[in-house]
């Protein structure tokens, strides 16, 4: 065709076809990008069954859910929603030995709280605080602790008040240390206080006890693997021995009384080692598979590993396989480093406008456990300090902490920080 002549019906056809091609070019690239994405977001969703993502990272699985929610009306614009926070904390053991509970004598009697008052501020920020007492609190006439056997004064019960603890976890190896009367008096000192406990009993077992704040129930449980002192058939109820069909009949009792969570503390005396042992993590496994929420180990005087996972079911699942002394020996510089449990247990109820109860949904948030560390003198008095706190303090030139005490510090805080990344 010779330029500037007129285009032929066959060349505007041509033309036409071109444009066509390039029009489906911007449609494929589109629909790639559109797979693309459905593609990665299956699988996050595989991931999330995993346990390995967040679902609030799923774009499309939350949107598609929420569009569902909106056509079937599970949730209409007259739905009222009610959240509620239950912030929590879990302690290491608390036991004194022979020359902490001579460092804690004060005329005629005990003073505990000494050096705590830091850690019992950051406390007070928590709606509830629990710990393992590994120590009996009995009768001066049945003996205080020696080297292998505890035993501490009544006055105990005033640190734990001060530190804002509900309830507490008895069932250790070191609970029996004074016998049937040691328990009579712990039990009954603690409740004197108004303090709960769980792992220790009198004329027969008991069932675990249930602790309700800010409108969430968190069922809590202890146990032991072992006893320092021998145990008969005549008073094995004594002491919460753990045990695979009592470990049923307490959830079950926990999940009849509607509990949102369940937390048990785990002793086992794997002492001074910091690698977690089989028993340690097959126990704490038959935990989780029993329905326990949290596991919280003791026993060990030492920080041990975490694990977090989210089990097939999608089930939040968290251990601390030791926490570590609270208040112990601290006779080396593992000793004197413990971790506190720092979660957000969460609930959330959609109720329509007559106040009916239509949905309801838990989780929980783990945060990094806080760290402590303990400094005692000549005189055997403590001083607990917030580990990154002071550091930071020292960093500051506002610590009177020397650079002896502030590189061991240094230390525990890189091995936390491998710990619980």
């Keep these: 065709m010779r330029k500037g002549s007129i285009e032929t019906e066959e060349d505007k056809t041509k033309i036409k076809k071109n444009k066509v091609t390039k029009k489906n070019i911007i449609v494929m690239v589109i629909w790639i990008i559109i797979s693309i994405f459905v593609i990665y977001q299956l699988?996050?969703?595989?991931?999330?069954?995993?346990?390995?993502?967040?679902?609030?990272?799923?774009?499309?699985?939350?949107?598609?859910?929420?569009?569902?929610?909106?056509?079937?009306?599970?949730?209409?614009?007259?739905?009222?929603?009610?959240?509620?926070?239950?912030?929590?904390?879990?302690?290491?053991?608390?036991?004194?030995?022979?020359?902490?509970?001579?460092?804690?004598?004060?005329?005629?009697?005990?003073?505990?709280?000494?050096?705590?008052?830091?850690?019992?501020?950051?406390?007070?920020?928590?709606?509830?605080?629990?710990?393992?007492?590994?120590?009996?609190?009995a009768d001066s006439s049945l003996g205080y602790s020696t080297k292998t056997v505890y035993n501490?004064?009544?006055?105990?019960?005033?640190?734990?008040?001060?530190?804002?603890?509900?309830?507490?976890?008895?069932?250790?190896?070191?609970?029996?240390?004074?016998?049937?009367?040691?328990?009579?008096?712990?039990?009954?000192?603690?409740?004197?206080?108004?303090?709960?406990?769980?792992?220790?009993?009198?004329?027969?077992?008991?069932?675990?006890?249930?602790?309700?704040?800010?409108?969430?129930k968190i069922g809590f449980i202890s146990y032991a693997t072992s006893s320092n002192v021998k145990m008969?058939?005549?008073?094995?109820?004594?002491?919460?021995?753990?045990?695979?069909?009592?470990?049923?009949?307490?959830?079950?009792?926990?999940k009849n009384n509607s509990v949102d969570f369940i937390v048990a503390y785990l002793n086992v005396p794997n002492e001074d080692i910091i690698m977690v042992n089989s028993t340690q993590k097959k126990t704490t496994e038959k935990l989780f598979e029993a329905g326990i929420d949290v596991v919280l180990g003791s026993g060990s005087m030492v920080v041990q590993e975490s694990i977090e996972e989210q089990t097939a079911d999608s089930k939040h699942i968290y251990s601390i396989y030791s926490l570590g002394d609270f208040c112990g020996s601290y006779v080396t510089d593992e000793n004197t480093l413990s971790v506190i449990a720092n979660i957000d247990f969460k609930k959330t109820i959609i109720k329509d406008k007559d106040g009916n109860v239509k949905n309801s949904s838990i989780s929980m948030n783990v945060k990094k456990p806080t760290a402590i560390w303990t400094v005692v003198d000549n005189t055997y008095s403590k001083e607990l300090y917030l580990l990154e706190d002071e550091l930071n303090n020292y960093d500051k030139g506002s610590s009177s902490l020397s650079s002896k005490e502030y590189n061991k510090m240094k230390d525990a805080k890189d091995r936390l920080d491998t710990l619980f990344t």
């Design 43 to 137: 699988f996050q969703l595989v991931m999330y069954t995993l346990g390995k993502r967040d679902k609030e990272t799923m774009w499309l699985y939350n949107g598609v859910n929420a569009f569902i929610e909106m056509i079937i009306g599970e949730k209409s614009p007259t739905d009222v929603t009610e959240e509620y926070t239950l912030r929590f904390a879990g302690l290491g053991d608390i036991y004194f030995t022979t020359n902490m509970i001579r460092g804690a004598r004060s005329g005629s009697t005990y003073d505990f709280t000494q050096g705590t008052a830091t850690i019992a501020d950051n406390l007070k920020e928590y709606d509830l605080v629990v710990a393992s007492l590994k120590t009996p609190i």
């Design 232 to 254: 008969s058939s005549s008073n094995t109820y004594l002491l919460n021995v753990f045990d695979e069909e009592e470990l049923q009949e307490d959830v079950e009792y926990l």
């Design 152 to 216: 501490a004064p009544k006055e105990v019960v005033e640190l734990l008040k001060n530190l804002n603890i509900s309830a507490v976890a008895t069932a250790t190896n070191h609970a029996l240390d004074k016998n049937e009367k040691g328990v009579e008096d712990t039990i009954a000192n603690l409740e004197s206080a108004g303090i709960k406990q769980t792992g220790i009993n009198l004329d027969y077992r008991k069932e675990p006890i249930i602790l309700e704040k800010n409108n969430i």
